[in-house]
C-alpha cells in the first residue's frame, strides 16, 4: 500500500516570492508520482509528473518538482508566484508495477497568494 | 477533443434515498475510475471498471456501486444515502495498454446529503 503526506495544508505567499510544497510519501514498491491542482469547484488538473529519468520535472506554467528517492519527497517549487496560481494542489502515487492506474493522494497544500 | 465530462453538476438528496451519477470519458480512453473527495479531503479511489468489469476497488462499502456501458461511459450509484457521503465525486478516464498511463479528471459532481 501507499500512502502521501502533505505536511502544509496551507501556504501563504506573496506575489512574485517562491514557493515549495512539500511531498513525502511511502511505498513498499516503485512508483511513479503526480502533482495536481485543483481551482475552486473545478475538477482536478495533471500539473506534471515524473515517471523515469531526470529527477527534475517542469510544468508548462513554471513549476518544477524534483524526486528524491533516499528521502521518499516530491517537493513542488515555483521560483515567483502569480495570483493565479492561488488553488489547492495534491500530490499522488500510483505504483510503477502495477498494470492499474489507480492514484493515492495526499489531503491537498491550499497555496495563497496575495498581492 | 472532449474531456473528461460529469453529469449532473450538482446534487442535493436526503438521507436513505439513492443516488446516480454519470461519467463520459475522454475521447479514446476506455478505463474509468472514481473518486470521493470529501470536503478538505484529497480524494479517495473508490473503485475502476474496464471492459465493462470493476477490475479494482477502494475501502468502500457494498452501497457504492458501478457499472460501465459498452461506449466506456460509467455510472456510479450510491444506495442508502448516509450524511458522510456528501462529497465531490470525481470521475477520471485512461487508456489501458499505455504505460505509464495518466487519469484525466472531469469537473466533478458535488453530492449534498440532508
Known amino acids: 500500500a501507499q500512502s502521501v503526506t502533505q505536511l502544509d495544508s496551507q501556504v501563504p505567499v506573496f506575489e512574485e516570492a517562491p514557493v515549495e510544497l512539500r511531498c513525502n510519501y511511502s511505498s513498499s514498491v516503485s512508483v511513479y508520482l503526480f502533482w495536481y491542482v485543483q481551482y475552486p469547484n473545478q475538477g482536478l488538473q495533471l500539473l506534471l509528473k515524473y515517471l523515469s529519468g531526470s529527477t527534475l520535472v517542469e510544468s508548462i506554467n513554471g513549476f518544477e518538482a524534483e524526486f528524491n528517492k533516499s528521502q521518499t519527497s516530491f517537493h513542488l517549487r515555483k521560483p515567483s508566484v502569480h495570483i493565479s496560481d492561488t488553488a489547492e494542489y495534491f500530490c499522488?502515487?500510483?505504483?510503477?508495477?502495477?498494470?492499474?492506474?489507480?492514484?493515492?493522494f495526499g489531503k491537498g497544500t491550499m497555496l495563497l497568494v496575495s498581492p | 477533443d472532449a474531456g473528461v465530462t460529469q453529469s449532473p453538476t450538482h446534487l442535493i438528496k436526503t438521507r436513505g434515498q439513492q443516488v446516480t451519477l454519470r461519467c463520459s470519458p475522454k475521447s479514446g480512453h476506455d478505463t474509468v475510475s472514481w473518486y470521493q473527495q470529501a470536503l478538505g479531503q484529497g480524494p479517495q479511489f473508490i473503485f475502476q471498471?474496464?471492459?465493462?468489469?470493476?477490475?479494482q476497488r477502494g475501502n468502500f462499502p457494498d452501497r457504492f456501486s458501478g457499472h460501465q456501458f459498452p461506449n466506456y461511459s460509467s455510472e456510479l450509484n450510491v444506495n442508502a444515502l448516509l450524511l458522510g457521503d456528501s462529497a465531490l465525486y470525481l470521475c477520471?478516464?485512461?487508456?489501458?495498454?499505455?504505460?505509464?498511463?495518466?487519469?484525466?479528471f472531469g469537473p466533478g459532481t458535488r453530492l449534498t446529503v440532508l
Open positions: 499522488a502515487v500510483t505504483p510503477s508495477n502495477s498494470g492499474y492506474s489507480t492514484l493515492t
Open positions: 477520471a478516464s485512461s487508456l489501458e495498454g499505455i504505460s505509464p498511463d495518466t487519469q484525466y
Open positions: 471498471y474496464y471492459e465493462e468489469e470493476e477490475r
